[in-house]
C-alpha cells in the first residue's frame, strides 16, 4: 500500500527493560527487553498504519544504540535524521503490576546521548520540508533546559513553515523535578505552538493553576474551553479516561473537542491486559492517523481509541497494528479469523 500522510516526531529513542511475569524488580534474574519512547511509540503505530513517519532523535553510539535503531526501522520508522554520539543509551525499567500492586517505572536516562547532544544548531527546516505534521511529547523539554528550547524550536519552525503542531503533555514530575520545580510556563509556552494537545482537565490544572469542577463531561469541557482561551491557535484537544478497576481490568472510553464541538465514544471494559504502557501514545497515533486521512474528529477519535485498546493486548510499548486491524476492531467478534 502506498504511504500517506508524512510526520516528524522528536523525542528520545528508549530502551526497557522488564522482568518476565510479575516478578518485582528488586527480586528479578531475568530482565526482556523492549524500544520505545513515547515519540517513536507514535512514529511506530503510525509507520504501521501506512503513513510516513520518521524520528528526529540520537542514539547512543554502540550496541544498545544500534539495536534500538534496528527495532525501529524493522517497525518502517525513516531514522534518516536520527544521528549517533558517543554516550550512554536511555533507559528505563518497568516493575509490571500484579493483583493490588501496581506498575511502577525507573528512569535510568541521565547523562544520555540524546540530553548531552547540542540540539541548537539543528536545521529544522530541513527535517520538516514536505511535512505535514510535528510531533513532540511534554518529555522531551522535562528532561532538560536545552531540550526545552529545541522542542519550541521545532514547534515554531513547523508553524512557520505551515505544518500542523501535535503535542501530547505527558507530565512527567520525576523528570521535571531534577531541574524545574516549576514547569508550568514552560508547558504554557509549547503548549501555545500546538494545533492539537493531548492533554486531560488534570493537565489543564496544572497548566492554568486553576481546578475544574462538575461531573465528569461537564468538567471536561470546561477545561477544554478554557484551554481554547489560553490557547488562540489550539484547534483541538484529546484525552483519554481511564477507571482502573484491577491490574489486568481497565475502562477506557477517550474524547475530542473542538472549539464549537465535542465527540466522546462509549466505554470500552479491557479484561486480561496485558500491558498498558504505551496506550496514551496509541491513542495519540490512532487520532493523528484519523486526522491524516482526512476522515473527520468523530472517525479520528474511534481510531484513538481502537489502537489505544489494542496497545493493551500486547507486550512492549508499541502498537504495531495496521489498518485492518483497525476496522476488525469496530466490527467486534473475539473468535478466531481464519
Keep these: 500500500?502506498?504511504?500517506?500522510?508524512?510526520?516528524?516526531?522528536?523525542?528520545?529513542?528508549?530502551?526497557?527493560?522488564?522482568?518476565?511475569?510479575?516478578?518485582?524488580?528488586?527480586?528479578?534474574?531475568?530482565?526482556?527487553?523492549?524500544?520505545?519512547?513515547?515519540?517513536?511509540?507514535?512514529?511506530?503505530?503510525?509507520?504501521?498504519?501506512?503513513?510516513?513517519?520518521?524520528?528526529?532523535?540520537?542514539?547512543?553510539?554502540?550496541?544498545?544504540?544500534?539495536a534500538t535503531c534496528r527495532a525501529l526501522r524493522a517497525a518502517g520508522v525513516d531514522l534518516r535524521f536520527v544521528g549517533s554520539a558517543a554516550g550512554r543509551q536511555g533507559l528505563y525499567f518497568l516493575t509490571p503490576g500484579a493483583s493490588l500492586r501496581p506498575a511502577q517505572i525507573l528512569y535510568d536516562r541521565e547523562d544520555s546521548s540524546f540530553t548531552r547532544y547540542d540540539w541548537s544548531a539543528i536545521d529544522w527546516s530541513t527535517m520538516l520540508a514536505g511535512r505535514a505534521w510535528l510531533h513532540?511529547?511534554?518529555?522531551?523539554?522535562?528532561?532538560?533546559?536545552?531540550?526545552?528550547?529545541?522542542?519550541?524550536?521545532?514547534?515554531?519552525?513547523?508553524?512557520a513553515m505551515g505544518v500542523s503542531v501535535s503535542f501530547d503533555a505527558n507530565y512527567r514530575p520525576r523528570l521535571w523535578s531534577r531541574w524545574s520545580a516549576e514547569p508550568r510556563d514552560i508547558l504554557i509556552e509549547l503548549a501555545t505552538e500546538a494545533d492539537l494537545f493531548f492533554a486531560t482537565h488534570r493537565d489543564m490544572a496544572l497548566?492554568?493553576?486553576?481546578?475544574?469542577?462538575?461531573?465528569?463531561?461537564?468538567?471536561?469541557?470546561?477545561?477544554?474551553?478554557?484551554?481554547?482561551?489560553?490557547?488562540?491557535?489550539?484547534?483541538?484537544?484529546?484525552?483519554?479516561a481511564r477507571e482502573v478497576e484491577a491490574v489486568d481490568r481497565h475502562r477506557l472510553s477517550a474524547r475530542i473537542d473542538s472549539r464549537t464541538e465535542s465527540w466522546t465514544t462509549q466505554e470500552v471494559t479491557l479484561t486480561g491486559v496485558v500491558d498498558r504502557i504505551g496506550g496514551g501514545d496509541a491513542f495519540a497515533a490512532g487520532?493523528?492517523?484519523?486526522?491524516?486521512?482526512?476522515?473527520?474528529?468523530?472517525?479520528?477519535?474511534?481510531?484513538?481509541?481502537?489502537?489505544?485498546?489494542?496497545?493493551?493486548?500486547?507486550?512492549?510499548?508499541?502498537?504495531?497494528?495496521?489498518?485492518?486491524?483497525?476496522?476488525?476492531?469496530?466490527?467486534?467478534?473475539?473468535?478466531?479469523?481464519?
Design 136 to 159: 513532540v511529547s511534554g518529555i522531551t523539554p522535562a528532561l532538560g533546559p536545552d531540550l526545552a528550547v529545541a522542542t519550541l524550536a521545532a514547534m515554531r519552525t513547523a508553524r
Design 287 to 338: 487520532v493523528l492517523h484519523g486526522l491524516m486521512r482526512g476522515a473527520g474528529e468523530a472517525a479520528a477519535l474511534q481510531d484513538g481509541l481502537a489502537l489505544a485498546c489494542l496497545k493493551h493486548s500486547v507486550i512492549g510499548d508499541m502498537a504495531l497494528f495496521t489498518r485492518s486491524d483497525l476496522e476488525e476492531f469496530g466490527t467486534g467478534g473475539l473468535d478466531v479469523r481464519r
Design 207 to 240: 497548566l492554568l493553576g486553576r481546578c475544574f469542577h462538575g461531573d465528569g463531561p461537564a468538567r471536561r469541557r470546561e477545561a477544554a474551553e478554557a484551554a481554547f482561551a489560553a490557547l488562540p491557535r489550539l484547534r483541538w484537544m484529546a484525552s483519554t
Design 1 to 66: 500500500m502506498q504511504r500517506t500522510g508524512s510526520i516528524l516526531c522528536f523525542g528520545e529513542l528508549l530502551l526497557r527493560l522488564n522482568p518476565i511475569a510479575a516478578t518485582p524488580l528488586a527480586q528479578a534474574d531475568t530482565l526482556a527487553l523492549h524500544v520505545g519512547g513515547a515519540e517513536a511509540n507514535v512514529a511506530a503505530a503510525l509507520a504501521a498504519l501506512d503513513h510516513d513517519a520518521a524520528m528526529a532523535s540520537v542514539a547512543a553510539a554502540n550496541e544498545l544504540g544500534e
